[in-house]
Every structure is written in structure tokens, then in C-alpha cells.
């Protein structure tokens, strides 16, 4: 199993980025999946996530802000977000709770490879 993300890249203060990411291989299921981030310096957070059935959580500083959804057909995990700040500038990773095969219940957690993202002018 991977997971691939893309959409990261250099934005303006006050722009909007899409990250997208994919998780392919052996997958029965795709429980939760989550978006975290890392700054330079800083430890790992949680910025989003959304469970199976579509129940949401944010970070309080990205709440009204960023919008995390999932497309279950594609097994892909997008994070929206706009009203960008400098301090959203970060490696941005997605990770993925999942079932590999129908007669194994254990959710194996993936992480992806993370992507930059820089708000600067």
C-alpha cells in the first residue's frame, strides 16, 4: 500500500492550495484518514481528519479555513485550503487507517511522503 500526495507548492498570503492524496495496493477498506503537518523546528500536528462515515476534525487554527473530504470510488483524500498564512508553511502529510484484506480486521496505518507547502510573498 501507498500513499502518493500532490498539490503543494508556493502560494501567496490570502491564496488557496488543493492537496490530493491517492492510496493504492492491496486495500480492502479505508477507515480514517488524516492530513498532518510539520514546520521547520516544530513537531508533527494534526491538521484534519474525516473517518469513513464522513465525521469531520480540525485544528483550531485551521478551522473555517481548510476543508478536508474524501472520495471513497478513488480512495483519495483532498485538503482545501484557503485564507493561506505564513504559518501554514509546512510539509504537509496524509495518512490512512486500512484494512488490507477482507479476513483481517487490523488497520494498518500508512503515512505518504509529504508536500511542501510555502506561503510567502
Known amino acids: 500500500v501507498q500513499l502518493q500526495a500532490s498539490g503543494g507548492g508556493l502560494v501567496q498570503p490570502g491564496g488557496s492550495l488543493t492537496l490530493s492524496c491517492l492510496a493504492s495496493g492491496s486495500i480492502f477498506s479505508i477507515h480514517a484518514m488524516r492530513w498532518y503537518r510539520q514546520a521547520p523546528g516544530k513537531q508533527r500536528e494534526l491538521v484534519a481528519a474525516?473517518?469513513?462515515?464522513?465525521?469531520?476534525n480540525y485544528a483550531d487554527s485551521v478551522k473555517g479555513r481548510f476543508t478536508i473530504s474524501r472520495d471513497n470510488a478513488k480512495n483519495t483524500v483532498y485538503l482545501q485550503m484557503n485564507s493561506l498564512k505564513p504559518e501554514d508553511t509546512a510539509v504537509y502529510y496524509c495518512n490512512a487507517d486500512i484494512r488490507r484484506y477482507s479476513d483481517d480486521t487490523y488497520r494498518y496505518e500508512y503515512w505518504g511522503q509529504g508536500t511542501l507547502v510555502t506561503v510567502s510573498s
Open positions: 474525516i473517518t469513513s462515515p464522513g465525521s469531520l
